[in-house]
């Protein structure tokens, strides 16, 4: 039976922030440095641990799918070639225009990808906290400030972390700065990625391994340093890593949908739990297809956009269930029987059997494919698919009081990949081969084989597309690869492209013809310069930092 903690009785809602082995219920994002006194956080272990989780927040913000935020901007996999938004910009959703608009992005901001100002405030409510255990912490037990603190280094790792991706810089604040402490110059790659790496090191070290079901776990913490390694190009670490998480249980579900369908499946080393009517999402709104509102239906009448669409260079990577490429001069009379198992747990396609209904995006079905415009949202898929990872099936109640699907923050499949990745950057094609055939024959793949890195890593670039499609990496994964923009443009995945779908005509005689289209609006394509690799820091730190300069130490092309 899992174990639910209510941290304080006092706070009414929150975020329900889980692991594999449960979740906690009513943490909120506050600030209590504002409302309280060291000596009043650190009067109790409750109140201590009130601080401690509020800031667990950061890890919802950061899962990149469906429990970022409310509207789900931080839906990060619509940035990328995987997830086509139909909406130009309702519901605040700034995904087409970021890049396919050159004046979305200019020298003052990262634009929709701006988190300094956030993530430098919880840096520095991490700091209040890490400078206070030492001193008030002892009263608390023998291990709790050790314990607690290491649960606050990963949540400081994880702020440091973002800053990384989205600029590729940053300014190391470790301790609560004072005024003499403001001007402060960059500091290097390596001595910011060596900082992340042993907040990491020491939570995975010194978390707690009794604490309430919910919290962070070493494996948690292992997991994700694996993933940090990995864009810091720390090869040893990023095995080591693996290992570690491996030590403390990680390890796959044999069933691939399990993942998705069952929060406490071993393969989910942390997740984010919600609850109807108090801490809730729009999957729902955001992913069904519209002929789930349909009139007799058993959501009828409900309110669905369905604006988050898989795009053709998403669903065709899937294989055929005996590892053949999918190809439409092949397959194209029925394309969508015969494949993978990812397939089916991650996509709703025509024909597909679901709430009792068959699936129609043809022309002319309940779930109809319809032309992108750049005004407005289409209400319907552009693509001719619907992404089916995070809702669920036959659920109830998310009309009314919001979607309860659960977030993954990191899981063990991904682990491996990063694993297979390292070793390969090592040359050990062998050992990079058999991590990822683990995660291949986990859905009765044949495995791959090969002795160069540029093969492998069209492998691993495939296999990452199949297993992780929807789940927050593809955007980020592009960026670290340098290939969102190459110098042979035929090898960029981002600029100069456009992205696809299946236009499905149905025939008088009930078979349909299948069409491949573009999906992103008539004469236009997508648009990512070099300087997207590293965007803008915020005018404002350069406004109020003396020891560095607009001019001279922005990033590259801004």
């Known amino acids: 039976m899992k174990k639910i903690l209510n941290i304080l009785s006092i706070l009414a809602a929150g975020a329900l922030l889980c692991s594999c082995e449960g979740f906690i219920s009513d943490a909120l994002d506050i600030d209590p440095s504002d409302r309280y006194s060291a000596e009043a956080v650190w009067s109790s272990a409750s109140s201590a641990d009130q601080y401690l989780l509020g800031l667990y927040n950061l890890i919802k913000e950061n899962t990149g799918n469906v429990g970022s935020d409310g509207n789900m901007v931080g839906f990060w996999d619509a940035y990328s070639d995987l997830v086509k938004s139909n909406s130009w910009a309702e519901y605040n959703h700034p995904f087409n225009r970021a890049f396919l608009q050159a004046s979305s992005f200019d020298g003052q901001s990262a634009g929709c990808f701006e988190c300094w100002s956030s993530n430098y405030e919880r840096i520095r409510r991490c700091n209040e906290f890490?400078?206070?255990?030492?001193?008030?912490?002892?009263?608390?037990?023998?291990?709790?400030?050790?314990?607690?603190?290491?649960?606050?280094?990963?949540?400081?790792?994880?702020?440091?972390?973002?800053?990384?991706?989205?600029?590729?810089?940053?300014?190391?604040?470790?301790?609560?700065?004072?005024?003499?402490?403001?001007?402060?110059?960059?500091?290097?790659?390596?001595?910011?990625?060596?900082?992340?790496?042993?907040?990491?090191?020491?939570?995975?070290?010194?978390?707690?391994?009794?604490?309430?079901?919910?919290?962070?776990?070493?494996?948690?913490?292992?997991?994700?340093?694996?993933?940090?390694?990995?864009?810091?190009?720390?090869?040893?670490?990023?095995?080591?890593?693996?290992?570690?998480?491996?030590?403390?249980?990680?390890?796959?579900?044999?069933?691939?949908?399990?993942?998705?369908?069952?929060?406490?499946?071993?393969?989910?080393?942390f997740t984010i739990e919600f609850m109807q009517n108090k801490l809730t999402h729009r999957a729902d709104v955001f992913f069904r297809p519209p002929g789930d509102a349909a009139e007799g239906s058993q959501h009828a009448g409900a309110n669905i956009y369905a604006v988050f669409n898989p795009t053709s260079e998403y669903v065709d990577s899937f294989e055929m269930a005996d590892g053949t490429p999918f190809d439409w001069a092949v397959h194209g009379d029925d394309p969508y029987t015969g494949r993978e198992p990812r397939f089916y747990a991650s996509i709703l396609y025509n024909g597909a059997k679901w709430e009792g209904r068959t699936i129609e995006t043809h022309d002319t079905g309940k779930d109809k494919i319809v032309e992108f415009t750049t005004t407005g949202a289409a209400g319907s898929t552009i693509t001719g698919y619907y992404l089916r990872k995070f809702i669920t099936e036959g659920q109830d109640g998310w009309e009314k009081y919001g979607s309860d699907h659960f977030a993954i923050l990191i899981r063990y499949a991904e682990v491996l990949l990063n694993e297979a990745e390292a070793y390969a950057m090592k040359g050990d094609f062998d050992t990079a081969y058999e991590r990822l055939n683990q995660v291949r024959t986990r859905v009765g793949l044949p495995g791959k084989s090969g002795s160069d890195l540029e093969t492998f890593m069209k492998?691993?670039?495939?296999?990452?597309?199949?297993?992780?499609?929807?789940?927050?990496?593809?955007?980020?994964?592009?960026?670290?690869?340098?290939?969102?923009?190459?110098?042979?443009?035929?090898?960029?995945?981002?600029?100069?492209?456009?992205?696809?779908?299946?236009?499905?005509?149905?025939?008088?005689?009930?078979?349909?013809?299948?069409?491949?289209?573009?999906?992103?609006?008539?004469?236009?394509?997508?648009?990512?310069?070099?300087?997207?690799?590293?965007?803008?820091?915020?005018?404002?730190?350069?406004?109020?930092?003396?020891?560095?300069?607009?001019?001279?130490?922005?990033?590259?092309g801004w």
């Not at 500091?187 to 919290?215: C, H, K, M, V, Y």
């Not at 013809?513 to 394509?525: C, E, F, L, S, W």
């Open 459 to 556: 492998d691993l670039r495939h296999e990452r597309v199949v297993e992780l499609g929807g789940e927050g990496l593809r955007f980020w994964d592009l960026r670290r690869w340098k290939i969102a923009v190459c110098e042979k443009s035929e090898d960029s995945v981002i600029d100069g492209k456009n992205y696809h779908g299946c236009w499905i005509t149905k025939k008088e005689d009930g078979s349909y013809d299948y069409k491949q289209v573009v999906v992103d609006g008539a004469n236009m394509v997508h648009f990512f310069p070099e300087r997207y690799y590293a965007f803008a820091i915020p005018i404002t730190e350069f406004s109020n930092n003396g020891a560095i300069d607009a001019l001279t130490d922005n990033n590259p």
């Open 130 to 269: 890490l400078r206070d255990a030492p001193v008030y912490g002892p009263k608390l037990g023998a291990d709790y400030a050790k314990t607690r603190s290491a649960e606050m280094k990963f949540i400081r790792a994880m702020a440091y972390f973002r800053l990384m991706q989205v600029y590729g810089k940053c300014i190391i604040r470790d301790k609560v700065d004072g005024p003499a402490e403001n001007d402060k110059g960059f500091a290097s790659a390596r001595e910011t990625w060596d900082f992340i790496e042993a907040d990491l090191r020491e939570a995975g070290n010194n978390i707690a391994t009794d604490l309430p079901s919910g919290r962070l776990t070493r494996a948690a913490a292992w997991a994700y340093l694996s993933r940090v390694a990995l864009y810091a190009e720390d090869w040893d670490v990023v095995t080591e890593a693996a290992d570690s998480a491996r030590r403390y249980g990680a390890a796959l579900d044999p069933v691939y949908a399990d993942v998705f369908e069952n929060r406490t499946s071993v393969e989910n080393l």
